[in-house]
């Protein structure tokens, strides 16, 4: 099997793992902690993705600084327990082993803190999957969706940046993408739609793992 690509940066909720259980429990354990309302479910799912503070206030409609302090709650929750709760997408472990078998580099480039995502790292056995695990900060700062992938692709010594390609759920992954000067496909089956995908200008898309097995691998 070959990869048409040197080099792949995987977004993580809503491309390899399917978190959404853990970080929405998340979510209405801290509005009920801040005794804020919860927003309805169509609202509350656009908190998978972005950085928290910016979910709080923004989905939320806490006041800034409210959402700050709700944002580290949230990190403390969901690093102590609720990251447990995030499984593979079906066929999304066996494509990251093979594209390893393949001798594909890979990389993470997510906004979530690093503590959590070392421990899903850890918990799920892909330490020596990923070269590269390029994510926020400990208190959610990452700069933004471009600079993490700039920083991955400098990891893996990408010089080239058609020779990369970033994989994703969300309108910001896209956005992120298209800053970096990095060709992106969505993935349907996250927690984006096509729609706001596009919007950022994406116009690759699979509808499945195993779309993108047959994408990535095709030989």
């Keep these: 099997?070959?990869?048409?690509?040197?080099?792949?940066?995987?977004?993580l909720d809503g491309t390899v793992f399917e978190s959404g259980d853990g970080i929405l429990r998340t979510v209405r354990e801290t509005l009920?902690?801040?005794?804020?309302?919860?927003?309805?479910?169509d609202r509350l799912r656009r908190f998978v993705g972005p950085p928290s503070?910016?979910?709080y206030e923004r989905i939320a409609g806490m006041p800034r600084?409210?959402?700050?302090?709700a944002g580290d709650y949230h990190r403390a929750l969901y690093r102590s327990r609720n990251w447990r709760y995030s499984r593979f997408y079906p066929g999304m472990e066996s494509l990251l082993h093979d594209l390893r078998v393949a001798g594909v580099k890979l990389a993470v480039a997510s906004s979530k803190p690093r503590p959590a995502t070392?421990?899903?790292?850890?918990?799920?056995?892909l330490r020596g999957i990923f070269d590269v695990l390029s994510c926020a900060?400990?208190?959610g700062r990452s700069g933004g969706k471009p600079e993490l992938i700039g920083q991955a692709l400098d990891a893996l010594g990408v010089s080239n940046k058609a020779d990369a390609l970033m994989i994703g759920d969300t309108k910001y992954d896209a956005a992120g993408a298209r800053d970096a000067g990095v060709p992106f496909l969505g993935v349907l089956y996250g927690y984006g739609t096509r729609e706001e995908m596009q919007a950022e200008g994406a116009s690759r898309f699979v509808s499945s793992v195993s779309e993108l097995h047959a994408l990535l691998l095709p030989n």
Aim: proline share 12%; glycine share 0%.
């Design 118 to 125: 070392e421990s899903m790292i850890e918990a799920f056995s």
């Design 53 to 55: 503070n910016e979910s």
């Design 65 to 69: 600084a409210v959402a700050c302090q």
């Design 137 to 139: 900060d400990e208190n």
């Design 32 to 41: 009920a902690h801040f005794h804020h309302p919860v927003p309805p479910p």
């Design 1 to 11: 099997m070959s990869c048409p690509y040197a080099a792949l940066l995987f977004d």
